[in-house]
């Protein structure tokens, strides 16, 4: 037996860790859960259950066999007590931690908890049934669907506040009402998982890729004797949520044309586009929930990425030794594949959509995208040290693997001082009062070279969609101190002066439409060049940083 290590488990006299607790099932037919604290569940079968009572450090392996009675022996004991021991479930010495209010849960998300929701959906679980009627539910579908074609009907009027300057109260708005209908989301999952008898852990308010939101802990839904009723708790929350979208549309042909509807449009629209994402299963939203529910595999995502970043190591790296967390399910490498990829796509889109909003901001936009792009860098890295773990545990030789990563190393410097990519940076544009136009750069630079003759397009500032309204060519590159209005860098609409900015003239506009009314202040997209793939970034978005 080897020496004992600091925090090693004592599995010879084996006792579970303070915070671990054998919940019973609901039924007869339901899994047994041993949890540990408030985030680890796993599902169990009677036997181990009763096993895992009886760890309280009193009793070797032969007193647990003989306890236990048949089928149990001291070998099906050690077996057990490894397995329990790699899952972190036995005591090993650290002091158990207390359920911390602020968790972060990879990749991008900050969860802080607030109250523990028990007592209060206990109230709410008898509006289930009634909510649950089939009369109910056809006319629960008839709103999202008529919503859908409400949307549809009002594209031009939806289209034009999507693409131009809207007021800071119709954001608070839409805001709100995201928000709003986000804790009601919630509280449909853990109202529906307290109506089939389990019990929710804990409920409070996330920073979900940077967005907020709210959410509801249903890990009991483990519990549940039906995987029916977990996709039923998986699903509530977009269920409640595409009629509220629904309603707000269909509100909005009730309301006259302006801002109020269009708002009210806006927040259908939203509600939508969350309702869509949360159906995707390849991040820990309800539609994965539902999918792993259906499939009745609990950790389904972290399974398919492991069988994935093994088909990836056994191929780039070779070796024999890889085993599959999913054995005989051919979709689980593709499905592993697409996890692993998906999150750096969010983070990429949405740098990709703001990277604009980030140009205009100076300094502060350029720190942003510095520390996004080194959570993306990070995340590769992690990633890439995995890989290798694996194919090291595989038996992959030592010289195949080193030899891959010098080929990649090489290949990226190869692509980022080869590939030549042009640079379009973002800044703003204002009407003078005499009706020339300048154009509007952030005190410090914004990342890029004054040249005389540069060529200038015009956009209006929107908040999804930036319509071209013409073009300009940049005159002589001395400027002067200017107080902007806020509409030049964000698509808020105020014509209040707010940043100090530098203001350089503007010629030869063409304007289609000629700047005037609301499109007297925009963004402009500056053209700065083809450059390798490094110095693109550099220009870009490192400009206002560097000397």
Known sequence: MPAKTAFAPDLERPRTADDVAVREPLTEDAPWVIQRGEHKHFRTGEDLARLVRLLDGSRDHDQLAAELGSPWTPGHIGRAVRSLADSDLLEDG????????IRFAG?????????KPERMLRRLAPLVRPLGHRTVLGAAAAVVLLGVLALAASGATLGEALSRPMPLWSYACVMLGVVATTAVHEMAHGAVLTHHGGTP??????????????????SDGWRLPGKHQRVQVALAGIAIQAVAAGTAALAALAVPAGPARETLLLVGLVNYMVCVVNLLPLVKLDGYLALMSHLDISHLREKAMTDARRALARIVFGGRGYQRELPGRGWSVPYGLACLVFPL?????????WSGILQRLGIAGSCMMVCALGYLLWRLGKGAATLVREAVQAGARPARIAAAGVLATAGLALAATLVQIPATVSAGYTTEPDGSLSLLVPRGGGGFDLTEGTTVTLRRSGLFSRPQTGTATLGEPTGHDVLAPVTAMLPVASDRPWLEMKAYPLHRVTATPAPNGTDRTGVAEVQAGHHP???WFAVSYLGPLLP
């Open 201 to 218: 852990s804990r409920m409070g308010f996330m920073l979900f890729y940077m967005s907020p939101a709210f959410f509801c802990d249903v």
């Open 345 to 353: 796509y969010l983070v990429s889109s949405a740098l990709t959509l």
């Open 94 to 101: 650290r002091p158990v931690k207390k359920p911390a209010r």
């Open 533 to 535: 793939l490094w110095k």
């Open 107 to 115: 990749p991008l998300t900050i969860q802080f908890t607030l109250v």
